[in-house]
């Protein structure tokens, strides 16, 4: 799974900005910097799906020390390391239902382990499958 670097960049009395070098146009914000992070995490994911539609190699990624000594990014004030995934398919974007304390226990979990929401039930119900693999099987 390659990780690609997120620049994250802040004007008084604005939003945080990321974006993406190896993938021009390939920007998100948010009002935090947890939040900027976990948009940074799914617009990199449907910048990816896009880029996979259309058949485009993945660049390889920029180290990290390249980044932080271009001029451009002079006045970033992080830089965020985000997970591509596999070539697993495509992600599809759905709607589901939840009572407001789960899906708040849902964030808090999430955020607590640097995940999106998206990233930590994929993660959750992968894991869960996974275990009801290993319990069938035995």
């Not at 690609?4 to 993406?20: L, T």
């Not at 039930?121 to 099987?137: I, K």
Request: glycine content about 6%; overall charge negative.
């Amino acid at each position: 799974m390659p990780n690609y670097i997120a620049v994250v960049h802040k004007e008084p009395g604005s939003d945080y900005g990321v974006s993406f070098p190896d993938f021009p146009g390939c920007i998100t914000a948010g009002k935090t910097i947890d939040e900027a992070k976990d948009l940074a995490h799914e617009a990199l994911l449907l910048h990816l799906e896009g880029l996979r539609e259309d058949r485009v190699p993945l660049p390889a990624p920029t180290n990290l020390e390249d980044l932080v000594a271009d001029p451009e990014n002079a006045e970033a004030v992080a830089f965020l390391v985000v997970s591509a995934p596999d070539a697993q398919g495509k992600a599809k974007r759905i709607n589901i239902t939840m009572p407001e304390e789960t899906l708040r226990r849902v964030d808090a979990a999430a955020k607590r382990r640097g995940l999106s929401r998206s990233s930590f039930l994929t993660r959750a119900a992968q894991e869960a499958m996974d275990q009801e693999g290993r319990s069938s099987a035995g």
